[in-house]
Every structure is written in structure tokens, then in C-alpha cells.
């Protein structure tokens, strides 16, 4: 059973970077899309981007000047980060899975979320 | 970017009842649509891919449909372990996107 878990500072001060790492277990890390979402009241859930075969990203445009998603494949993990935050960016991140199939794309496999706040 | 529109943005239902939940696509996704429910300080759970196949171990009691843009999620005898938030995507492009949310709650 594929467990994914984020990790990370739950308190960022504005201005500042914002680093979260994704934990994937009872899997390879090859061979799917590791994506980052965030969920806050104001916007719901958000797609922040996706990494995939072990460097090809893909990032929402509203946010690729200031998004880096990366994979360590040594340790099954891929990490986020987020640069010059704002309270904007205050938000749940869950890191997700998602698998391509013959019918489209599903997000089949979630970490629980993390709360990150950013506040001075 | 595609636009997801869901509605109602909440809807109040007792035990039993047959809920309908739509989402229209501001522009033709085909099926590329899913359905996933969420619970209070949970992840989203998936339910519905390809816009009506039913995902492993999800009651049958959830149904999928689609017509043009505009899709359909039917919880056909509402339980009480399906009082959430239920969220459209499309997984035609990215940014890949999602619906505001549909709330459940109980009368």
C-alpha cells in the first residue's frame, strides 16, 4: 500500500522560503506524476505543480516564478519549495500521486496534509 | 486555465435521500473528470474517475455521469458516513483544477 507523508517548519516568516519534503512509501517513485496541492479557505484546492520521470516538472503559472519541486530517488522522497511567501500562501499542503491510465489522470494516493502558516 | 464550476455550494439532506451535485467545464474536457470527497482534517478522497467508473471499494451507492461539459456526481441514498465535501478536477490540462466544493450536511 503506497503511503505518501509531507514533513516541514509548520510557521514560515513572510518573505522567507517555504520547504515541505514528501515521504513516499510501499512504492517506487518512478513512473508516476509527484504533485504538491494546497487547500485554503480563500482559493480551495490549488495544483502547484509535478515532477515527474525523476526531473521533468510542470508548474501552475500563477505560482512557477516562485515554485522548485524536486526528487531525491535515493530516498523515495520529493520536496517543494516556495520562495518570498506571503500570509496568501497560508494554506494545507497535501503532496499527492497521480497516475496516468488509458481513460486520463487520477490523484489516487494523498499524504494527510500539513498545515503551514506564514507569519512574522 | 479550464474553469470548474460546481453547484449548490452546499445542500442540506437527511439519511436516505438521493443527492445530485453538478460541475460544468468552461470548455470541453471529455471525460477527464473526477470526483473525490473530503473530510473535516482528511485528504481528499478519490471516488469517480473518467467522469462515471466507480474507484475500487467505493459503494455503489455513488454514480458518475456526463453530458457535454456539464457533469453529474449522485449519491443515490445518502449515509451518514457520507456527510463532506465533495470536489470536482479535471485531468485534461494543466493546471490541472478543481471545483469550489460542494458541502453535504445533515437536515
Known amino acids: 500500500q503506497v503511503q505518501l507523508q509531507e514533513s516541514g517548519p509548520g510557521l514560515v516568516k513572510p518573505s522567507e522560503t517555504l520547504s515541505l519534503t514528501c515521504t513516499v512509501s510501499g512504492g517506487s517513485i518512478t513512473n508516476y506524476f509527484w504533485t504538491w496541492i494546497r487547500q485554503s479557505p480563500g482559493k480551495g484546492l490549488e495544483w502547484i505543480g509535478y515532477i515527474y520521470n525523476i526531473g521533468s516538472t510542470n508548474y501552475n503559472p500563477s505560482l512557477k516564478s516562485r515554485v522548485t519541486i524536486l526528487v531525491d530517488k535515493s530516498k523515495n522522497q520529493f520536496s517543494l519549495e516556495m520562495s518570498s511567501v506571503t500570509a496568501a500562501d497560508t494554506a494545507v499542503y497535501y503532496c499527492a500521486r497521480e497516475a496516468k491510465y488509458d481513460y486520463g489522470f487520477e490523484f489516487d494516493y494523498w499524504g494527510q496534509g500539513t498545515l503551514v502558516t506564514v507569519s512574522s | 486555465d479550464i474553469q470548474m464550476t460546481q453547484s449548490p455550494s452546499s445542500l442540506s439532506a437527511s439519511v436516505g435521500d438521493r443527492v445530485t451535485i453538478t460541475c460544468r467545464a468552461s470548455?470541453?474536457?471529455?471525460?477527464?473528470l473526477n470526483w473525490y470527497q473530503q473530510k473535516p482534517g482528511k485528504a481528499p478522497k478519490l471516488l469517480i474517475y473518467?467522469?462515471?467508473s466507480l474507484q475500487g471499494g467505493v459503494p455503489s451507492r455513488f454514480s458518475g455521469s456526463a453530458s457535454g461539459t456539464d457533469f453529474t456526481l449522485t449519491i443515490s441514498s445518502l449515509q451518514p458516513e457520507d456527510f463532506a465535501t465533495y470536489y470536482c478536477?479535471?485531468?485534461?490540462?494543466?493546471?490541472?483544477?478543481f471545483g469550489q466544493g460542494t458541502k453535504v450536511e445533515i437536515k
Open positions: 473518467a467522469a462515471s
Open positions: 470548455q470541453s474536457i471529455s471525460s477527464y
Open positions: 478536477q479535471q485531468s485534461y490540462s494543466t493546471p490541472r483544477t
